[in-house]
């Protein structure tokens, strides 16, 4: 029996029937998946057959927090959704945080799973163990800003905390995001999911308190963990105070910060325009997430006399390249009112930016002309034009709306005329913010990830930030980059996706204690009995779980791999000039991670390691595929 931590119980909710039941947590699955994206991929592979259509009513939508959520634990107000992805058709697990993710817990669930496919637009109203399914016609259409305003008056009860779709997801947009207050569900088309169950939101409010199997044990293990914080050089003295747009002036001094669909990358600086200074004049205080004492989210208030006077908005790091250095934009101002109208309307900021830099090169190529535009001058550094086209796409309206609303993948599907090899994308998720030609890891990740091109699956903090732990790497090399993106996909996804704790105190504070102090908070929380080698064999599992899955879903050994550009044109300027990831290198590390993982050369689980993290199952679908 859980001792704490845990609620013990799984929410299941059936839109075609309408049925409403409660389920008990297996133990057994909290040991061996601890929680979150853990326990997302459990019971996504034990549910959801590789092949499904994702926008069809056999998908379903996983919502899982983990043990930590709701404690005093910091930075642990983080939920896990997981469903198979529209936009890939790979496992498409998102992460968020705010307050959402503790009111679940506090309503007395570790896990809501949402099946089936209401006929009428409806909202799930969670109140602890009352749970109702009730009519949203009148809400479709409404941005989320202000659907979480209409909920929370006709429910009179301000207190609820709401994660719900916008035009975008209605519109079944493969780049739509699921808004909670303004935090998002952000990447992997996720929000097109909910929108094709005709799930207008989830409204929750809970009135519980998550139990402590060893109150002082954990008061150790939480005093251990603030400490460390405490003693990063970054975390309080630079990330609580400038959030993650800090990483601008990291990356361009790498030479790395992508610029113009990575044609131009190391060529042009936009420290000067998207760097600290220029955030710090436009700071309006931070936001925090339940029980943080970081608050790196960093509010931001568009000035000047142009149309983007007054918005506020949080951009963090990935939207500074997204509507900036992708697309050739220096107006910080369109960037802030960009993320705020890609909040309202229900769209993940990257996959949205990479995907108008990806049709702002083919304009300047000439694949895309005047007359495909509708007379629009799409060249990059057109920050009017990239901002008109987030409601285009939202709202999948004809022409370049409908044409882009399904992400640079199915855009050049839709072109043709060579475009693909334009598209910066893995497995149909566009590519992060940082070219990975001058940082192989991390590269390697974004190949190699169950979600796809996702930095955030196996983040190369050694690469990135220099951290030399567990060793120092050369970020140019390609030996070694197989061991050790394996270790950084285990490890975060065990100290991070799964307890639940923000990734950031992985990259800035915990590395080389991260194991340890999962294990402890963990432990002492739950009342179960892990080792930091127990945390490193759950990464391990979850892993390879996920990666048989996506086999069952018909990917192989050669969607690990890059955009042509990646592989044959080298950077042109700056530190990382010269360098690239040729064919042959990619196949070494492709070769080194595949062993150290022990898969065959397909990529493909073998046996043996299958059986040694008890993924019978696992063995069960590949047998059925013929693959062992």
Same mark, same amino acid.
């Given at each position: 029996?859980?001792?704490?931590?845990?609620?013990?119980?799984?929410?299941?909710?059936?839109?075609?029937?309408?049925?409403?039941?409660?389920?008990?947590?297996?133990?057994?699955?909290?040991? !061996?998946?601890i *929680?979150?994206?853990?326990?997302?991929?459990k +019971?996504?592979?034990?549910? /959801?057959p590789?092949?499904?259509?994702?926008?069809?009513?056999?998908?379903?939508?996983?919502?899982?927090?983990?043990?930590?959520?709701?404690t005093?634990?910091?930075?642990?107000?983080?939920?896990?959704?997981?469903?198979?992805?529209?936009?890939t058709?790979?496992v498409?697990?998102?992460?968020?945080?705010?307050?959402?993710?503790?009111?679940?817990?506090?309503?007395? +669930?570790?896990?809501?799973?949402?099946?089936?496919?209401?006929?009428?637009?409806?909202?799930?109203?969670?109140?602890?163990?009352?749970?109702?399914?009730?009519?949203?016609?009148?809400? $479709?259409?409404?941005?989320?800003?202000?659907?979480?305003?209409?909920?929370?008056?006709?429910?009179?009860?301000?207190?609820?905390?709401?994660? #719900?779709?916008?035009?975008?997801?209605?519109?079944?947009?493969?780049?739509?995001?699921?808004?909670?207050e303004?935090r998002?569900?952000?990447?992997?088309?996720?929000?097109?999911?909910?929108?094709?169950?005709?799930?207008?939101a989830?409204?929750?409010? &809970?009135?519980?308190?998550?139990?402590?199997?060893?109150?002082?044990?954990?008061?150790?293990? =939480?005093?251990?963990?603030?400490?460390?914080?405490?003693?990063?050089?970054?975390?309080?003295?630079?990330?609580?105070?400038?959030?993650?747009?800090?990483?601008?002036?990291?990356?361009?001094?790498?030479?790395?910060?992508?610029?113009e669909?990575y044609?131009?990358?190391?060529?042009?600086?936009?420290?000067?325009?998207?760097g600290?200074?220029?955030?710090?004049?436009?700071?309006?205080?931070?936001?925090?997430c339940?029980?943080?004492?970081?608050?790196?989210?960093?509010?931001?208030?568009?000035?000047?006399?142009?149309?983007?006077?007054?918005?506020l908005?949080?951009?963090?790091?990935?939207?500074?390249?997204?509507?900036?250095?992708?697309?050739?934009?220096?107006?910080?101002?369109?960037?802030?009112?960009?993320?705020?109208?890609?909040?309202?309307?229900?769209?993940?900021?990257m996959?949205?930016?990479v995907t108008?830099?990806?049709?702002?090169e083919?304009?300047?190529?000439?694949?895309?002309?005047?007359?495909?535009?509708?007379?629009?001058?799409?060249? %990059?550094?057109?920050?009017?034009?990239?901002?008109?086209?987030?409601?285009?796409?939202?709202?999948?309206?004809? *022409?370049?709306?409908?044409?882009?609303?399904?992400?640079?993948?199915?855009?050049?599907?839709?072109?043709?005329? *060579?475009?693909?090899k334009?598209?910066?994308?893995?497995?149909?998720?566009?590519?992060?913010?940082? !070219?990975?030609?001058?940082?192989?890891?991390?590269?390697?990740?974004?190949?190699?990830?169950?979600?796809?091109?996702?930095?955030? =699956?196996?983040?190369?903090?050694?690469?990135?930030?220099?951290?030399?732990?567990?060793?120092? +790497?050369?970020?140019?090399?390609?030996? *070694?980059?197989?061991w050790?993106?394996? $270790?950084?996909?285990?490890?975060r996804?065990?100290?991070?996706? #799964?307890?639940?704790? #923000?990734? %950031?105190?992985?990259?800035?504070?915990?590395?080389?204690?991260?194991?340890?102090?999962?294990?402890?908070?963990?432990?002492? /929380?739950? &009342?179960l009995?892990?080792?930091?080698?127990?945390?490193?064999?759950?990464?391990?599992?979850?892993?390879?779980?996920?990666?048989? %899955?996506?086999?069952?879903? &018909?990917?192989?050994?050669?969607?690990?791999?890059?955009?042509?550009?990646?592989?044959?044109?080298?950077?042109?300027?700056?530190?990382?000039?010269?360098?690239?990831?040729?064919?042959?290198?990619?196949?070494?590390?492709?070769?080194?991670? +595949?062993?150290? =993982?022990? $898969?065959?050369?397909?990529?493909?689980?073998?046996?043996?390691?299958?059986?040694?993290?008890?993924?019978?199952?696992?063995?069960?679908?590949?047998?059925g595929?013929?693959?062992?």
């Open positions: 029996m859980l001792k704490g931590g845990y609620m013990g119980k799984i929410l299941r909710v059936n839109l075609t029937t309408k049925k409403i039941t409660t389920e008990e947590l297996p133990e057994k699955i909290a040991k !061996d998946y *929680g979150g994206a853990g326990f997302g991929i +019971y996504l592979f034990d549910e /959801v590789g092949d499904v259509d994702p926008l069809g009513e056999e998908n379903k939508l996983i919502f899982a927090s983990g043990p930590l959520s709701g005093s634990a910091p930075c642990a107000s983080r939920i896990a959704l997981t469903t198979k992805s529209p936009l058709g790979a498409g697990m998102a992460l968020s945080g705010g307050y959402f993710p503790v009111e679940m817990k506090f309503a007395g +669930y570790d896990i809501l799973i949402v099946e089936g496919e209401s006929e009428e637009p409806v909202y799930l109203w969670i109140k602890d163990d009352k749970v109702s399914i009730r009519p949203a016609k009148k809400l $479709w259409g409404i941005n989320t800003f202000d659907t979480q305003v209409l909920i929370k008056d006709e429910l009179n009860e301000q207190n609820a905390r709401i994660a #719900c779709i916008g035009p975008a997801g209605e519109n079944l947009s493969k780049m739509a995001s699921i808004i909670n303004k998002a569900f952000g990447r992997k088309g996720v929000g097109a999911v909910m929108g094709s169950k005709n799930l207008k989830i409204a929750i409010r &809970g009135t519980g308190k998550v139990p402590i199997a060893n109150e002082q044990a954990f008061k150790e293990a =939480r005093s251990f963990m603030l400490s460390a914080m405490k003693k990063s050089a970054h975390l309080y003295p630079q990330f609580s105070k400038l959030g993650t747009p800090m990483v601008v002036e990291v990356t361009s001094a790498l030479g790395i910060f992508p610029s669909n044609i131009t990358t190391g060529e042009k600086n936009y420290v000067g325009d998207l600290v200074e220029a955030s710090l004049e436009r700071a309006k205080g931070s936001e925090h339940y029980g943080c004492p970081v608050g790196c989210s960093q509010m931001k208030l568009a000035r000047g006399s142009s149309k983007y006077i007054s918005a908005s949080d951009p963090e790091y990935e939207t500074y390249y997204s509507f900036g250095g992708e697309t050739g934009v220096r107006n910080l101002d369109s960037i802030i009112f960009a993320d705020q109208l890609c909040d309202k309307l229900g769209l993940d900021t996959s949205v930016g108008i830099g990806f049709a702002m083919l304009f300047e190529k000439g694949i895309l002309t005047l007359e495909d535009t509708d007379g629009i001058d799409l060249k %990059f550094g057109n920050h009017e034009v990239m901002v008109d086209l987030i409601t285009e796409i939202a709202y999948r309206r004809e *022409g370049l709306g409908a044409l882009l609303c399904d992400g640079s993948k199915a855009a050049s599907e839709k072109i043709g005329k *060579g475009s693909g334009y598209a910066m994308h893995v497995k149909g998720l566009e590519f992060p913010a940082y !070219d990975p030609r001058g940082a192989k890891a991390h590269g390697l990740n974004y190949a190699t990830s169950y979600t796809g091109a996702d930095h955030n =699956r196996g983040y190369a903090f050694q690469e990135i930030f220099g951290a030399p732990f567990p060793k120092a +790497y050369d970020r140019f090399a390609a030996q *070694g980059k197989g050790l993106t394996k $270790w950084n996909q285990d490890i996804c065990a100290t991070t996706d #799964c307890p639940t704790m #923000c990734g %950031f105190l992985m990259d800035m504070a915990l590395p080389d204690v991260a194991q340890k102090n999962t294990a402890d908070m963990v432990s002492s /929380v739950s &009342g009995s892990l080792t930091p080698d127990d945390i490193a064999k759950i990464g391990e599992r979850v892993n390879n779980l996920a990666r048989t %899955f996506n086999i069952a879903a &018909g990917f192989t050994r050669a969607d690990d791999t890059f955009p042509e550009r990646i592989l044959t044109e080298p950077i042109k300027g700056g530190p990382s000039k010269g360098h690239y990831i040729s064919r042959d290198e990619l196949k070494e590390m492709l070769d080194e991670y +595949y062993n150290v =993982r022990n $898969w065959t050369m397909d990529g493909i689980p073998t046996r043996e390691k299958l059986t040694e993290l008890g993924l019978e199952n696992a063995i069960t679908t590949l047998e595929l013929g693959l062992i």
